[in-house]
Every structure is written in structure tokens, then in C-alpha cells.
């Protein structure tokens, strides 16, 4: 569910933060590691893009669950993404290779769905949703705070690759309003700005 | 079988088919992008949207199969209002650039635009959806993906025709684009088709565009002589210039593709090296005259020949190039005006050209082997006629769109045909064969003549002329009948059709067969 | 009223396979597979009234019936666990609280149906969930409950589960099959249907979680009794998903028929911060929203809510009280339908995005009349004409929302501005 970029949705008023721009810029110039981690934290161009033998293992057995070999390709490529990181375009072709699928087929695949990662993220994924139940209960409060917090825009890592933020859809919790779900895994709920604050302030200690 | 009945006119329609189709037997148009007959159903332009009775809301023809007693409107206020909206929506993220747009002219979004939409666009210029443009994606085939309407044909051909899949639909929702994996082009022996599939101007062609408005160009059904397939083809010329070949239709033949050889093949008809006047050998170089001063001569050597030696002592040697008609011509000038038996056939496909595939490619590169054989012509004549030569018997050989040089070699050739007296060529261009001859007749090539050629599955299909041949160049029936009018005097038929009627008679595989009920997509063979 | 979809709340910790068998845990699926015929179970669901949760509200006995007797081809039960219409949050509750519960529903739909494989297609933001579930399946398969022999009756079932990767579409039926084929999630044109052709061209079943989790009670406790619980044409217990601008939001289980002026008032305690309200979307956001006035009239079943003017469809019922600027609100819902719209059918990848465009500008200021006008006619030319019904899922509240709002449409274009925003507020968060 991780947003398109999409010029036209900015709004053409104008309501975007002058500041926010300036910090970035800031961020950015100081920033003397520009890599970007996985999510395991290991560097980009260390792994070489192969399966390891436990995963090539796991990927045998979930073939066995479907009739054809293509049903595997969203379970294969959530391997992928979970041991590289992200899917890129080597990681496509990869696991093009090893299913015998056209790799213009994984490719219209892994673009299609918001989870497949097709840029290296960073350690804390936060995505927070924006959707209407969430909106009513403050979401966009929540959103503006960790914007202000990690000096980024929703779509956007940090220079030092410690966080991204993105702006997604309903993930059914909407009885817990506004919420955020962390690295795909856990949801936290009933968020408030001091909340998602101190999650921030948790996870910046947890990396350090 | 099905009775349906679509605005008001009734049709037994053939059970299976689609509503696209049976309007189309009704000579009905139901306007529509997406579906391709030869391809998979797939519903997602959206544009043949019809109102079938009983039905809530309006239905895709293309997915919707006839059914008895099924009443359908296509151009109710339903009907009408749907095909307005879809095609309201296809244009407002699609670029005003039909000026420069190759496509325009044979554009379905112009086409539909005047027959269904008619209405100024309410979207905002400035807000459209900006994507990748003139971007080469391989094998000739340019991609401009905002003028692309997400149809899906070119991606269901690759997918379902040439099982390649280079091309696949990225993204989502109004993101969708088309492209090829990164760093990886188009990689199949029959691209082009893809252009010809797609209906609106994302897909053109690499050579041709830019070079020709569509509107200014002429269409001309014939064949492809690129191989023993002999693909139905549209000829595109304007001027005697040929831009384009484009398949058609021949459900006998190629269904609705080509290979993208023969689809460049026509470059070959175009070079410098055609023959536009009569040719004869003087101290060792081709000196040009008139065509009929060279028909002349070459009564003359004929006459002479035969006098000297006998009519045994002339043989011919005919081409897999040469249509069926000019076989007959050239076999009945051989045994009834000069008396001789002496003819062999060569179907020659040159080292290194593609073999047989699964689609439409075959090794034989040769539009009319079948042809040749059907008339009781070997195809072992560079042999037989070689140990004429070399028994001494065969002193003058005429060939007929038949380059033996090329297909022996120079060494050989000379080895084997170096003692004739004479050599008389009719062709289209300066080959090897017609540098070695004594006297060279220019002959239209084959989209410049009338005539037939018999693919290798027996179909019997027509060529038409596109247009006059170069020069003092003349068909090659009209070239052996004035030659042999010099010789004996008599008149004989010159059109295609009285020499096919002739060769229906009197050859046994084209018995029965009838030059006009060939129609557009041929005739089998009886054998 | 007797708790049952949700009693994990007066069972604690159901998920665990001991406490299920506990509480009469896999009884209606012994009786299913050792007491039953197949045709027996489809009449029964076939008698319970009970139609689809999933949003359509297709009668579940008549969709089971559609399945071929003694097909050749194998034939597949479908999960459909993607739970993301906006506003809906029910089965994600029961599939981390009562996994046996859907477990079970599915085990006697594959009996019910000659089925051997389930795929429960999960969303891909359910990475807990589907750790809870998978744990349940590993459970039952160590009891016998699924495998190749279930309970001893020679009959196999296999249960997995696949776990989507994000995209609303896959909720679709068809999408889903696509998906679950490792495709694009694009709908498929019906004719065929996935009773005759599904995953992977054979027959299949795609039957929602809570659906599913309805099953066992009916085999357990009869058809007559569950059309006892709420009207009879469009019976059965309920999961209520409440959010939005409300005291008490969450998950509630309530019998069909249950009047929403009571779930708003009473079981949700009444608008946030004591606010007037302004309008509520019944059944996620993909539908037409009703008014305070209509609201507080409306009884929530499937035919009584249509009957009104909206769709009950997956009951997301979202308040939104005085202090909402409806023109974000629609633009919100708009935003997402544009980002989910998959892209295959012309109407709704172009008008999704043009209307997404339209709302950005109105509710900057920087709309016109015009445009108001435009955003019901491109609507309408949406609606219908697609392959799925995403199209009509952004046609239809732009069609409440518009006429039934209109002076605050208006305000935004006379002022050009938003008239919430005056004094810096934030046009949705409630004041509170």
C-alpha cells in the first residue's frame, strides 16, 4: 500500500512545508553515510543475489502447495524481499530465473503490489495510515509529527537510512484510529503525536 | 444455429461466435480495441460496451457469445452514451500530438473520435498523465507510452503467439504503462506484428515512421515472397515506391501475422541493382539497348541456335521466384514455339537463412516451390541441365528468375554452364547469373505483375499490381510472348487470368480451378 | 444477546485448539463430514438465509450449489481473507482471536463442495495474523483435524494460507484468483464464473472470513434457529465495524436489523466530543453515505439499507460528525480508490484519477461549478461499465456525497478556500 508518487495530488494551492524542505536539505549535507541499509542492516552489494539453502528449501516446499509454478511467485517474492531486503531488478531477474518466468512477468507482478519494496527502505519502516476512519481521528496529525520528527515526506527514507515513511491505505484497525503498522509486522493503535514520538525516540535508540 | 438479432435485423449466426462478430456478418460495426480475434478475450477497453435485452447493464460484445432469441442494440442511448464516456476517458490522459503522430490517418482513437464521441474534451490540458515517449524497444518497434490505451494486444501476442513476453504491463491504475524489462529489447523473429496490432499510435515503426503520411499511400493485396509461406500481404507504395508491407488476413495462410523478414523484405526489390532496360555482353560488359531491341537479338541467337543445333539444343531453367503463370508461359514457349523439353527448376534459399519455425517461417525461401513441382517441373534442374551442358547437348540456356550463378557459385557455375553458346536472362535485377549472360530481358518483379503463386501448403494465392515496372521493364509473360511472336508470329494471350484458365486446363494439380473465384484468400491445390 | 462470532471476548484465548474443543470446538465439522451428505450441508446453509459478508451479499447455499457434482477437475474453497475496504476491521479481529472458528467454517464448505485444497488469501499487512492462523493450522494438523485424513473420515483437506502483497482489487473475487495464480490481481470477465472456472480453471468456492465463521453454527444449531436472530430473509449475527467520529469505536456483534440511530447512540455512546452528526457511511466506504437525518432511520440489513438509498456491503460504519469538510472527506475516499484501481478497464483508471483531481482542486479552492457538474457525470459514466466494481465504488459515494452536501461543495468554490480550515483548523480531526 505504499503510495505512488503522484505530482498531481499535491495540492495546487500550495500547502506544502517550507521548512521541511529546509531541514531535508540540512539532513542531507551532513549526512556522511548516504548508504542505505536492508532491513537487516547489512549493505546493499554484499549479498550476492542467490537464495540461501534454507530458503531454497522453504521455496521447494511452497511449490508443492499449488498446481502450477507462477501461484508461487507472491510467496517466492516475499522470500525475496525478506532476505535481500528489496526487490530489485537483479532480485527480479533472479527469481525469474529460478521459477521459469518471463522476468517482464515478475516485473509487472512486483510493481503491482505496494508491498514489494523497489528501493531499498530503512531500518523502521513506519507507515502510517491515511485513510477516511483514520483521517477522523487525527491521522494527519500523526503523519505531519513524524514528518516534522524524521525530517522527511511520506514516500521518503532518511539520509541515514534509519527511517522511512509512507502513507498507506486502511489496514483494518480502524476501530483503533489513527495507527501505524511497523516494517509490515506489528500495528500499534490509538496513536497521539507524544506516542508516535517516543515509538521514534525507541527505535532511533534501538539502531544506535 | 442461433437466431440473434442485433439492431433490428436478423442473423442465424453460427453458435460460438461473439457479438463483435455476428454485427460484423451484418455488416455492423461494433467499435472496440481490445479485442483481437486471434488473441484472448480480455474485456478491459471497455469500447464495444452493447445493450443485449434482458440484461441489467450494458455487456462487452467481445465477451458476450450469441444466444437464440438474444436481442442487441449497439447504438441505443445506452449504447451510444457508454461508447461516448469510454471514449472520453481513453483520450483525457492521451497527448494531443496526432500532428507528429505516425499513426494518425489509421488512428482508432481519430476513427472512433468521428464516428462515436464528437464532443470537446472537459479535462484539464494541463493535468494529463506524463509517461515515457519515443522510447526503442527492439526489432524496428518504437514505444510511446502516453499514447498507449492499455489494450493489452501487443502483450497478449508476445504472450500468446510468440510465447516471449517481452513486453508486460507495469504499474497500476492510471501508472499502468507498457514496457519491455529493463535492458531487455524485443527478441522474436515477428515484432512487427505489434505495431500492426495495436490500435493507436503507442507502437510504430522504426523505419517507417516519419518517412510517408498514411493517407498518401495506396493499398494493393498480394503475397510475400519471402518464403514458401507465402503470407498474405498488403502492399503500401505511393508513387511506385513500396514503404510498407502489412499481413492480412488469410485464415488459409499466415491468420493474421507475418514474420518480420519478409515484412523488410521489399527493400530488396528497390536497389540499385534492378534492370530498367535490355541488356547484351559486348567485350565483357553489359551494354544497355532497348527492350525490344534486345528481344531481337535474343530471337536471333534463338533462331540460330536451333538451326545449328536442333531444338533440343535450348532448355530453360525456371526460378521458385517466378509465379505460376509465368511457369506455364515459359513451359508452353519451350515446347510449342521452339520444341524442346529440355526445362529444369531451382528453388534455391541461400546459406545462413532462417529454418522452419513453429508460426510461419520456413527454410525454403522461395514463394512458389510448390508451384514449380505442380507443373511437372524438377527441382534438380541445375544438375540435369548441367550434364546436358556437358554431353554437349544443350547449347543455349534461357533462365527465368532463376540466378544459378548465386546459388552454385562462380567456380561451378562456370564448371558447369561455362560451355554454353548462350545465355539468355529474364530478371529483375543485376544478379550473378545475369552478369555471366549474353543477353538480359528486364522483367517486373512481383508487385508490379498479376499472377498466382502456390505456397507450400498448396493454397494458390493472388498478386496484384501495385504499380508499373521500372523503366522499359516488362512483366515476364508479356516478355516471353513478344519474344515468341518475333519467332513464329502468332498471338497468344498476355492477361493472367487466359493463362491460368489455359494452365487449369491443361496442367493436372490446377484443375478445376478458376483465376476469379480465387478471391482474397486463394484456392487449394487438388493434390 | 448471546455472543457468537465474537466469543473470544467471554472465552479466553479460543485461538488455542485445546479451549476450542473445549468449547464444542470442530463438533459441527464431525457432524458435517460423519453425519451429513454433501447436498444435506448445502441445504441447510441453503435454508439459513445466511448471505455473503463480504460485501455482495450473494446467498451462500446457492454460490455452493453452483459448484459441478463430480467434477473431473479438482475443485478448490477460497478464503477470502484481504479484509481492506475502508472502515472494516471484522475479520482481522477473528482471524488473531478465533482462527478454529474459520478453520472449522472452511472444513465443512470443502466437504460441502468435494473440495481437497483451501487457499486463505490474506492481505499482506496481515503478517500477524497470519503468524496466529498458521499456528492454528499447524495445531489442527497435529490433531488430525485437517490433512489427509480428516478426523478419520478418509476424507483430505489441505489448508493454506497465501499471503497477498498489497492491493485492495484482491479482495475482488476474481482479482483474488488472479492473484492467488501469481498474477496481476486483475478481475476477470464473467462469464465464466469461479463456480465453473476459479483458480486454476477449475471450480472454486470464494467465500469471506466471516462468512465462513458462520457456517459451523448453522450445522451445529440448525437453519431455523439462525433465522431466528434478526429478519429472516437477511438473518444471522453480525460483526459491526464502528469508527470515525464516535465515543466507542470498535468491533460489535449484533443481530441483522440492528437500528443504526442505536449502534451510533447507544452501543457506540454517541457522537465524539458531543458534536452534532453530520453523515455515516454503513457499509465501507465504497458506499452512498446516509445524512444525520436518514441515518438515525435506517435498520442495518442487507434489504433494508438498500432500501434506503446505501448498501450494507462489509457493515464499515463510519460516523463523521459537523466539524467534517465532506469535500476531503470524499477526496480521501476518492484518493484511495484512484491508488487501487487496477488499471484494466478504461472508466475506472481514467475517472478514478480525474475525479481525485477534480476533488484536490475543490477542496484547495481552486474548484468550479463546472466541476461539480462534471464529478456526476464522470461518475455515472464510471458506474457499470467495468469488468469489477471498483469503478461504482467510487461512483457512488461521489453520488451521495455531492448532491447530498452540495451547499458545503459550493462553499468551497464561492470562497476558495475550504470554510473548515478558517482558522487553521484541521478539517477532519474531531474536536475534542
Redesign the interface.
Known sequence: MVLVPDESRRNTCGERSFWLGVIRFLQAALSTDKALHYADGKMADQKPIEFSQATLKEYREVLGRYPTRQAALLPTLWMAQREFGWISEEVEDYVARLMELPAAHVRAVVSFYTMFYRKPMGRWHLEVCANLPCRLRGAEQILDCLSRKLGIEPGETTADGKFSLTEVECLASCGTAPMLQLNHERFYENLTPESVTNLVDELARRVS | MPKVTINGKELDAPAGINLIQAAEMLGMEIPHYCYHPALT???????C?VEVEKAP??Q?AC?TQVSDGMVVHTNSERAR??QQ??L???L??HPIDCPVCDQAGECKLQDYYMDYDRQPS??PLG?K?KKGKAIDIGSDVMLDQERC??CARCTRFLDEVTH?????????????RI????G?KLNNKYAGNIIDICPVGALTEKDFRFRMRVWYMHRTPSVCAGCERGCAIDIYENHGRIYRYKPRHNPLVNGYWMCDEGRHSFTNLQTERRITRALYQSDGRLVPETFSAGLRRAAGAIRKCGEANGARAIGALVGAQATNEEIFALKSFMNDVIGSDVIGGMSYSPPGSSGDDDLLIRANKNPNTRGLSAQGIALDGLDTLAQEVSSGRLKMLIALRADACTALGEAEFIKRFGPLDYLLVFDTDVNETAQMANQVIPIAAYPEIEGTFTNFQGVVQRLHRAFDPPGEAKSAIEAITDLSMLLDGVERPQAADRIFAEMAAREAAFAGLEYEKLGHNGLKLNV | MERILTRWLDIPNLRDIDVYLAHDGYKAARKAFFDMKPEEIIDEVKNSNLRGRGGAAFPTGMKWSFIPKNSPKPVYVCCNADESEPGTFANRYQLENDPHGIIEGILITCRAVGAHVCYVYMRGEFAIQKQIFDAALAQARAKGIIGPDVMGSGFSVEIYTHRGAGAYICGEETGLLESLEGKRAYPRNRPPFPAIQGAFGCPTVVNNVETLSNVPWIINRGADWYKSIGPEKSPGPKLFCLSGHINRPGLYELPMGFPLKDLIYEVGGGILGGRKLKGVIPGGSSFPIFTAEEAVKVNMDFDSVRAAGSLMGTAGVMVMNEDTCMVRALRTIAHFYHHESCGQCTPCREGTGWIEKMLIDLEAGCGTMQDLDYLISVATNMEGNTICVLADSLSMPVKSFVPKYKDEFIEHVKQKRCPFRANGAQSLRAAS
Open positions: 478475450v480480455v474485456g478491459n477497453c471497455r469500447m460496451l447493464k450494458l462487452i465477451n452514451a457508454a464516456a469510454v472520453e476517458f481513453l483525457i490522459n472537459r479535462f493535468k498523465n490505451i492499455l516471449t513476453s517481452e513486453l508486460a504491463i507495469f504499474e497500476r491504475g492510471d501508472h499502468n514496457d519491455t524489462y529493463p531487455r
